[in-house]
Each structure stands twice: as C-alpha cells, then as structure tokens.
C-alpha cells in the first residue's frame, strides 16, 4: 500500500522556539495533504488542507500564523510551529491522497505522527 | 454532516470474531461509510469501506444495514495486534475542495490472550 513517511517521531523543544514538521508520500503523489493535531486521549482533530501549489485552507479556530503549512512539491507537505508553547505540545498527524480527496470513496494514507513536547 | 455513534470501548477474546457497532442514522444516499484504526502511538490506517453492499478485504468485513444506518466491522479472528481504536466515520466535502475525515471518539477495543 502507499506509504507516507512523517519526520521526526518525537521532538522536544523549548517555549518560544518553531519546530518543522515534515510529511513525506514516499510511493505516489500526493495533491492533497491533511494536518492533524491529537491531544492525550482524545481523537483526531483536524487542523488544515494544504493543496500542493496553493495556499493551505485553515479550519476554524486554527491560527495559520503559528501553524505554517508548505505543500511546495508533490510529495513533501511541512508543518511549522512557530513560538511553541507548552500547550502546543501535542500528537500531530499528516495524511495524504493520491487523487486529491475528490471522491468520498477515496481512503486516506496516514503518517506515523510525531509528538510534539514544548517544555 | 452525518454523524456515527459507536460504544465506547469492547472486549474481545484472542481468535475470537469481533463485531464493532455503528450507527449512522443521518446518513445520505451518497455517504460512504468508512472504518479506520489507531493503534496506540501510531497514525491511523484505512481498513475498509463501503456504499451498500458488504464488503470484505484482508483485514477486515463491513456488513451494511439494508436501511444504511448501521454497519458493523467484523474481525474474523482478533489477535493482540487488532488492539486499537476504531473509527467509523462518513467523508463529507469541505470547503477546502477535497472529502474530509472527521473523527469521532471511536471505540476502543481490547483483546485478551
């Protein structure tokens, strides 16, 4: 199956410092990328679409300045946190389509994710 | 949206068969229903998905009510290694021009040796 590598697994960092996420379609392109953010022992939260070429679609509540989202190649989509703070520490996760997500019966490739410590 | 509501957590004895719930009440004509996992410390990953009819592939089987307001994912055999949560979830199209998952709480089963 197609496999999305996310790099690092774990970062710990200090308050007030950014930190570059990156996620990476190894075998196919990937048009559209999905951010997503998991605090402890709650469920996925989405937090951006990021369409390679164009500028990221932010959900609500999301500031786009702190979550800078880079989709510059087909197969590379970075996510930076800029000025972490403790309680930006968190689970986050990065999906990938090959088509662009434009069909409901299209399944999602997920990264591993990376944690996300802000001390 | 459609909204789909599982039981929390379930148990299952090792090389048992395990039927997860869901319900989907609201679900429209052209909702797909599809069924993703997290095992702990890991992104989720696709197991299986349908419109109407049953489904099997090598993970798993998603048996459709005819009404389609439920579904069930069947694991034929649990082993240690199906302990995760799982998610039913309805893509629905976003603003951002792509079908978006939306992840509810999902339902966390266990497996015992």
């Known amino acids: 199956g197609a496999v999305v590598s996310q790099h690092p697994s774990w970062v710990i960092c200090k308050s007030g410092t950014s930190v570059k996420i990156e996620c990476r379609s190894l075998?196919?392109?990937?048009?559209?990328m999905f951010w997503y953010r998991q605090f402890p022992k709650q469920s996925l939260m989405l937090m951006a679409t990021s369409n390679e070429g164009s500028k990221a679609t932010y959900e609500q509540g999301v500031e786009k300045d702190k979550f800078l989202i880079n989709h510059a190649s087909l197969t590379l989509s970075t996510l930076t946190v800029t000025s972490a703070h403790p309680e930006d520490s968190s689970f986050y996760i990065c999906s990938a389509s090959p088509t662009g997500a434009v069909a409901p019966n299209e399944k999602l490739f997920f990264g591993s994710g990376t944690q996300l410590s802000v001390l | 949206d459609a909204k789909t509501t599982q039981p929390n957590s379930m148990e299952s004895n090792e090389e048992e068969p395990v039927h997860l719930p869901c319900n989907h009440s609201t679900i429209s004509g052209t909702d797909y229903i599809h069924w993703y996992r997290q095992l702990p410390s890991q992104g989720p990953e696709y197991v299986i998905h349908?419109?109407?009819s049953n489904v099997n592939n090598r993970m798993a089987s998603l048996a459709i009510a005819e009404d389609r307001k439920s579904s069930t994912l069947i694991l034929h055999r649990a082993t240690l290694r199906d302990a995760a949560v799982y998610y039913c979830?309805?893509?629905?199209?976003?603003?951002?021009?792509?079908?978006?998952?939306?992840f509810g709480k999902g339902t966390k089963l266990s497996v015992i040796p």
């Open positions: 349908g419109l109407t």
């Open positions: 075998d196919f392109q990937a048009t559209t």
């Open positions: 979830i309805l893509p629905h199209y976003s603003g951002a021009g792509s079908y978006q998952l939306t």
